[in-house]
Structures are given as structure tokens and as C-alpha cells.
Nanobody, 120 residues
Framework: QVQLVESGGGLVQAGGSLRLSCTAS????????MGWFRQAPGKEREFVAR????????YYADSVKGRFTISRDNAKNTVYLQMNSLKPEDAAAYYC?????????????WGQGAQVTVSS
């Protein structure tokens, strides 16, 4: 079992930056791929980014490519999402997910979410 806890959400002006963190419990963290999804009010949850267990392979949604960066520190059981040049349309609840693979539906485990609000 893996438990995921997100942190780092908040309110930021358009054009600003935030960094989300997701810390996992359990000793198998380094074996899992990790990902970030987001869900805005009235919309379906959507994929944002994913990273392989080693951190060597990353993949991004077109909407965030070039602005967001996913990374991980296996020694700290933590995955990060650095978000730059934020836009009002990036406002959403951001969820961390983990699993052997991250599909379009996510992984096997989910965090509780971190709210990101972007003011225009």
C-alpha cells in the first residue's frame, strides 16, 4: 500500500510559479512511476505529466509542455511539479498518482489533491 500526500498548492497571479510536492509512504516508492493529474470544477480529471521510476523519462500534456516540469527524488520519496508561467486555465485541484505504470486514467494510488488558484 502506498499513501500519497500533496502539498504546495495556493493562490498565484497569472504568470507566476508554484511547486507542488507529493510525498509517498512505503519503501516501494522508487519502483513506481508517478504522475500528476488535475481537475477543474465541472470538468473531467485530465493528465498533466508523468515520470518513470528512475526519473529518466518524462511526458507532458500539450497544454503544459514547456511550462511545467515533473521531477522526483527517490531518496525523499517525493515527486515534484514545478509550474511556471501559470495561466487562469491551469487553476484546478492537482492530484498525485503512483503505480507500476501511469495510464490515461492514472495509477493505482492517489493523493487527496492540492488546490491551485490562478488569478488573472
Amino acid at each position: 500500500q502506498v499513501q500519497l500526500v500533496e502539498s504546495g498548492g495556493g493562490l498565484v497571479q497569472a504568470g507566476g510559479s508554484l511547486r507542488l510536492s507529493c510525498t509517498a509512504s512505503g519503501r516501494t516508492f522508487s519502483r513506481y512511476a508517478m504522475g500528476w493529474f488535475r481537475q477543474a470544477p465541472g470538468k473531467e480529471r485530465e493528465f498533466v505529466a508523468r515520470i518513470s521510476w528512475s526519473g529518466s523519462i518524462t511526458y507532458y500534456a500539450d497544454s503544459v509542455k514547456g511550462r511545467f516540469t515533473i521531477s522526483r527524488d527517490n531518496a525523499k520519496n517525493t515527486v515534484y511539479l514545478q509550474m511556471n508561467s501559470l495561466k487562469p486555465e491551469d487553476a484546478a485541484a492537482y492530484y498525485c498518482t503512483a503505480g507500476p505504470v501511469i495510464t490515461t486514467r492514472g495509477g493505482d494510488y492517489w493523493g487527496q489533491g492540492a488546490q491551485v488558484t490562478v488569478s488573472s
